[in-house]
């Protein structure tokens, strides 16, 4: 009896086997019927999706499989409506994974292209590739935000890409134009292939920029892994000459070159986190930019060992990256992470390191004055930055490079001490240099600051630096202030100077207002202040003989002579005063003035700060503070060129909408070598 029913069991259970076997082949069967069909379907599907999207023109003229899992493409073309055609491909054959393909997934194992042709084209300003910049409507910022996951649409992104790569290839001519009136940028690709996941290939390079030609042959070699999501690459020049990037000078006015360039990438992920950790190198590096400096900026060596870490709202250098460019190492931590409003933080700590690492590793051509300084002793190297765009009176900045021993053995091209002494200085106006004089003894208008006024040396300083004396050249609350306001309004409205940055700008640095010229402003600053290259007396004695209080009237005692025809040793506290408001704006001056030669009430709310101020150190008493006016007699040659004015202004009564005055937007400071101010 047992036999009997396990005899019946085993045939049941093999009439199981074949129906199940008999329905997976059926399935089978019909799925491989019907493949054409499954891909036209996703085809068309993702060609609508995309069309609809970007309005753009997908066609082609023929689409089929061969074998169990390749697909056919003849004569694809993508054309963006009313442009010219995009992309061109003749001949596309695609190797996918059978299981992926019956899931209308597609996971590219082989892919072999024949002339495949993408041509950027703008004309005035409409370009064919328009829709890459177009944002897709979305009315609902609420929902847009509760999705926000970086590192979710990152992993998406990442396997999209990953999938697409293939571990063979064979590309056949490969032309990538860009056109744009008298521009064109042309990458041209003869042979690019792939096998098991290593690809080297050539590619030529040929622009042209206002009839210049530019070519170069590249070199282009390394592998990418798809299981374990890996590109490493390499770029070099087959002629050994440098590498110029592309299509920068021309839209943007940069020119980047580069001897060699290679990177390798690895992602990992985790719950909610995605690591992406590598390290790309450069050398040979050429930079040139007007925002950065007037000069070709060279780094010999550069190194970044990353790791980012990317969460579900930010993005994070960890203390784990280091930097390097030439001989300078340091560790930089950033985070920028988005809530209701952004929050960023950054920091960089390098402690007790050789100074000349600093000095020998600062690229050439970007700080001029320091070329060739060699130095010896040890820094270390504070900095940090919280910046809450929803709390920006919360904004935390620190700075400070601290030394150990510090010794300058050597200046280089520039001899900091210069200003210790009698020395030229010239000024400019719009980078024109309109007067050079001495500052020292043999300038009859120099004044040491025993023959300047007190009332005059305090009211200049309150205004513009009234912790002079008791800072190192740099006051970090007065920088953090400045940052506060400049994103406030959007725009740099604020400079957050000292006396002493002002002065190194005008004497040391070119007119020219770029990052590298602050940043070796900087520099500069903290030698001479932190070395005691020269003191402070002298700084700010030069500093109220080089300024400019009027139009081409520079140093206070040829300003107290072209205002009040007196010493600036002899200045009463209002013409103190009214000498100080001149300093950030030289120009207009006379535009301080009446008709009847008298300063406008505007100015009372400036007066009385900076008596406040003159009282609170004992230079003037409580009454005087409390009744001062912003009234003065004005003399020498300021009265006669005023009187002249009106004069003239008089004889044109029968014009009325004429102005003899200077034009008000004509009055801002025009002069370079004028001193920057700090409201009060």
């Known amino acids: 009896m047992i036999r009997f029913f396990t005899a019946l069991r085993n045939r049941k259970t093999s009439k199981y086997i074949l129906l199940t076997t008999g329905i997976i082949f059926t399935i089978t069967a019909i799925l491989f019927i019907n493949k054409d069909s499954i891909i036209r379907h996703y085809v068309y599907k993702k060609i609508e999706s995309i069309r609809t999207q970007h309005q753009l023109n997908i066609g082609f003229s023929n689409l089929k499989t061969a074998g169990l899992n390749k697909l056919v493409i003849n004569d694809l073309y993508i054309v963006p409506q009313n442009q010219d055609t995009l992309l061109k491909a003749e001949d596309i054959k695609i190797r996918v994974s059978l299981l992926k393909l019956f899931k209308t997934n597609i996971d590219i194992r082989k892919i072999d292209i024949k002339h495949i042709h993408i041509n950027f084209k703008k004309t005035d300003s409409i370009s064919n590739f328009d829709?890459?910049?177009?944002?897709?409507?979305?009315?609902?910022?609420?929902?847009?935000?509760?999705?926000?996951?970086?590192?979710?649409k990152l992993k998406q992104l990442f396997s999209f890409i990953f999938d697409l790569l293939?571990?063979?290839?064979?590309?056949?001519?490969?032309?990538?134009?860009?056109?744009?009136?008298?521009?064109?940028?042309?990458?041209?690709?003869?042979?690019?292939?792939?096998?098991?996941?290593?690809?080297?290939?050539?590619i030529e390079s040929n622009e042209i920029h206002n009839s210049k030609l530019l070519q170069g042959i590249w070199i282009c070699n390394g592998h990418v892994k798809d299981d374990t999501h890996e590109i490493k690459a390499q770029l070099f020049s087959k002629e050994h000459n440098k590498i110029p990037i592309p299509f920068l000078e021309y839209r943007y006015n940069t020119r980047i070159e580069f001897d060699t360039l290679s990177f390798k990438f690895s992602q990992h992920n985790q719950k909610d986190i995605i690591s992406l950790q590598g390290k790309a190198f450069i050398s040979g590096l050429t930079i040139f930019h007007n925002r950065i400096s007037p000069e070709n900026v060279f780094l010999d060596k550069g190194i970044f060992d990353y790791d980012i870490?990317?969460?579900?709202?930010?993005?994070?250098?960890?203390?784990?990256?280091?930097?390097?460019f030439n001989h300078l190492v340091f560790n930089?931590?950033?985070?920028?992470?988005?809530?209701?409003?952004?929050?960023?933080?950054?920091?960089?700590?390098?402690?007790?390191?050789?100074?000349?690492?600093?000095?020998?590793?600062l690229p050439k051509g970007l700080f001029h004055n320091l070329e060739g300084l060699k130095t010896s002793g040890t820094l270390s190297y504070h900095f940090f930055l919280d910046l809450d765009f929803g709390q920006l009176d919360s904004l935390k900045f620190e700075s400070s490079l601290d030394s150990r021993n510090f010794k300058i053995i050597h200046f280089g091209k520039t001899d900091l001490r210069k200003i210790d002494k009698p020395f030229l200085y010239t000024a400019y106006e719009n980078d024109i240099p309109v007067r050079t004089f001495e500052v020292g003894p043999g300038n009859i208008n120099f004044r040491p600051l025993s023959q300047i006024s007190p009332l005059l040396q305090n009211a200049v300083m309150q205004s513009?630096?009234?912790?002079?004396?008791?800072?190192?050249?740099?006051?970090?609350?007065?920088?953090?202030e400045s940052l506060i306001h400049d994103i406030r309004v959007g725009r740099f409205a604020r400079g957050g100077s000292t006396i002493s940055m002002q002065l190194v700008k005008n004497i040391f640095l070119n007119r020219n207002k770029t990052i590298a010229r602050k940043l070796e402003e900087a520099l500069i600053v903290?030698?001479?202040?932190?070395?005691?290259?020269?003191?402070?007396k002298r700084i700010y004695e030069v500093y109220l003989n080089i300024a400019e209080w009027g139009p081409l009237v520079y140093g206070a005692n040829e300003a107290s002579h072209y205002y009040f025809d007196k010493e600036a040793s002899e200045?009463?506290?209002?013409?103190?005063?009214?000498?100080?408001?001149?300093v950030p704006h030289p120009k207009s001056a006379l535009y301080q003035f009446t008709d009847s030669l008298q300063l406008r009430p505007s100015l009372n709310g400036y007066f009385e700060s900076i008596a406040r101020r003159l009282e609170s150190r004992g230079l003037i008493s409580k009454d005087e503070a409390q009744n001062i006016k912003a009234e003065i007699t004005i003399a020498g040659k300021a009265k006669e060129r005023l009187l002249e004015m009106y004069h003239k202004s008089d004889s044109l009564e029968t014009n009325p909408n004429t102005s003899i005055l200077p034009n008000k937007h004509n009055l801002s400071r025009t002069s370079t070598s004028t001193i920057i101010h700090q409201q009060p």
């Open 131 to 152: 829709f890459i910049y177009t944002k897709r409507n979305n009315t609902n910022t609420q929902t847009k935000n509760s999705n926000l996951n970086y590192s979710k």
């Open 166 to 202: 293939p571990p063979n290839a064979q590309i056949e001519d490969v032309h990538i134009a860009y056109h744009n009136k008298n521009d064109h940028v042309t990458l041209s690709i003869p042979s690019f292939k792939i096998k098991d996941y290593h690809f080297n290939t050539e």
């Open 309 to 324: 870490n990317i969460g579900k709202n930010y993005i994070e250098l960890s203390k784990e990256t280091q930097i390097r």
């Open 332 to 361: 930089p931590y950033l985070k920028i992470e988005k809530n209701d409003n952004w929050h960023i933080i950054a920091s960089v700590d390098k402690k007790d390191f050789p100074s000349d690492q600093l000095f020998t590793s």
């Open 464 to 480: 513009e630096d009234g912790s002079f004396y008791e800072h190192k050249g740099f006051r970090i609350e007065t920088i953090r």
């Open 526 to 536: 903290w030698l001479i202040e932190n070395n005691k290259l020269t003191s402070k």
């Open 571 to 582: 200045l009463n506290v209002q013409e103190a005063i009214f000498l100080a408001s001149l």
